[in-house]
């Protein structure tokens, strides 16, 4: 495939392809390296996205973004090649154009446009509209998750994510070095880089052919990322469907992020092979690539990945599993505040269960968040959320204890013991009797204790133990 200057997509995004060349580049067909003409050539494309085509360097790129901003595109639009990579490279970063939604939401700032020769000459002072290249907050992938998911919040070294329980998440701009965890933690995808969104990364993984995959500090053929450590193991399985996976990293001050996708490298080469991580020259243990076949054209969010899944062993990279300690009370918080209802308070025959379904679980922790009961050792929680191979399955269950009076359903045993420990914890005396009752009748029983002291409360059921 052939891509010449002018072509525009088909796509909603119009794409125009420059092919810009100077000393360092003799091929390329719009020889000028004032921004102020490149600038003009560029409005007369009339696009909203744009593929340079020249060289792939610090006073270039400089170059090429002065001359986007002159001619008004949004330099997180703009996508550089250099001519040397080939035409695999341009339909590459097509590809990363064609579907971005979002770039209009980045932060945008005013900023004075360095001048060229001929705008000196004419005495104009040019303005342009940058824009942050940093996380944007996706209300509407979120729903509701902010009121209790924690999960970005938690990613985040830097403290630069705060959840408003009102608004969603804050983030501050100031504090955030655009490491890219927090995007690679959202199950929902509720933050994303303006200048390379999801669909853009799941659009790439149709184009079937191996990808080396890098940063813009990377001078080298590569797809250009902000950070690498935005990949979440959702996005390497679905880029590793089309064909292997060279993940590289030049080194840089944020180099100390990338734990977790080593670990998550290792955690899809152990179901398919394939993916090879190099950091600074020297290449993490990798696996022999294994066939697969998978396909994200639907795919918008890291949670759609799963449903695009049958193959067990690939099934196993993307599901969450959850356990609960002997200390559940089965109080039924985590499976009212589960937003997927893959945990589930079922009552059959005398008993309160509570079981968990892996195929709707997006691993958002919100159960671990809302859960009262702390875990044995004291750290965390007594349910816990892991990403792995899982079941359904019964995770803990107990005896129904009915009201004494009316035989409503109380609580579990469990949650009623519990209750009581807290209570006698506050110094407070708790009689088994008023314990054993519905709300409604704990006030009629505890109004006649008041009122009567020395008289006996007599419930009608009998449902002591």
Request: aromatic share 6%; hydrophobic share 35%; proline share 4%.
């Amino acid at each position: 495939m052939s891509f010449s200057n002018s072509f525009i997509s088909s796509s909603k995004n119009k794409i125009g392809i420059i092919r810009h060349g100077c000393e360092h580049n003799a091929s390329g067909e719009v020889k000028t390296c004032e921004s102020a003409e490149l600038a003009d050539y560029i409005k007369k494309l009339n696009v909203n996205g744009l593929i340079i085509v020249g060289v792939y360097d610090e006073v270039h790129l400089k170059l090429y973004k002065e001359a986007a901003l002159k001619a008004g595109i949004n330099p997180l639009l703009l996508r550089v090649v250099d001519h040397e990579w080939g035409e695999e490279a341009i339909e590459q970063n097509i590809t990363l154009l064609e579907h971005n939604r979002i770039a209009d939401k980045a932060q945008e700032i005013d900023i004075t446009l360095p001048l060229s020769r001929r705008e000196v000459i004419q005495g104009a002072i040019k303005m342009g509209k940058d824009r942050i290249d940093k996380p944007v907050y996706i209300f509407d992938n979120c729903g509701y998750l902010y009121r209790e998911c924690t999960v970005c919040q938690n990613s985040c070294p830097y403290n630069a994510i705060n959840i408003d329980k009102k608004r969603g998440v804050i983030l501050d701009y100031e504090k955030c070095v655009a490491c890219g965890l927090c995007v690679a933690s959202c199950p929902e995808s509720a933050l994303q880089f303006p200048s390379v969104p999801q669909r853009s990364i799941f659009d790439l993984s149709t184009i079937k052919e191996n990808k080396t995959i890098s940063c813009y500090k990377d001078i080298r053929n590569s797809i250009k990322l902000p950070c690498i450590a935005m990949l979440s193991v959702e996005d390497l399985l679905a880029l590793r469907s089309s064909g292997e996976v060279y993940l590289r990293c030049v080194g840089c001050e944020l180099e100390g992020n990338l734990e977790k996708l080593k670990q998550d490298v290792k955690y899809v080469n152990s179901a398919v092979g394939g993916i090879k991580l190099e950091i600074k020259g020297k290449l993490e243990e990798s696996a022999e690539p294994l066939t697969f076949a998978l396909n994200f054209v639907n795919a918008e969010k890291h949670s759609d990945v799963k449903k695009e899944v049958s193959e067990m062993r690939i099934k196993n990279v993307v599901t969450f599993d959850v356990m609960v300690e002997d200390s559940c009370t089965l109080c039924e918080a985590c499976a009212k505040w589960c937003p997927t209802s893959a945990l589930k308070i079922e009552n059959i025959e005398g008993k309160a269960r509570l079981t968990f379904d892996p195929e709707p679980c997006i691993g958002c922790n919100v159960c671990m968040n809302v859960c009262p009961v702390s875990s044995s050792n004291g750290h965390g929680k007594a349910i816990k959320v892991i990403r792995g191979k899982s079941e359904k399955k019964t995770l803990a269950e107990d005896y129904i204890v009915k009201c004494r009076v009316c035989g409503a359903p109380v609580g579990s045993r469990r949650s009623l013991n519990h209750i009581k420990e807290v209570m006698e914890n506050q110094g407070m005396n708790v009689d088994d009797e008023w314990l054993e009752l519905c709300p409604k009748h704990r006030s009629e029983y505890a109004a006649k204790k008041l009122l009567r002291p020395n008289s006996q409360f007599k419930p009608r059921g009998s449902n002591k133990r």
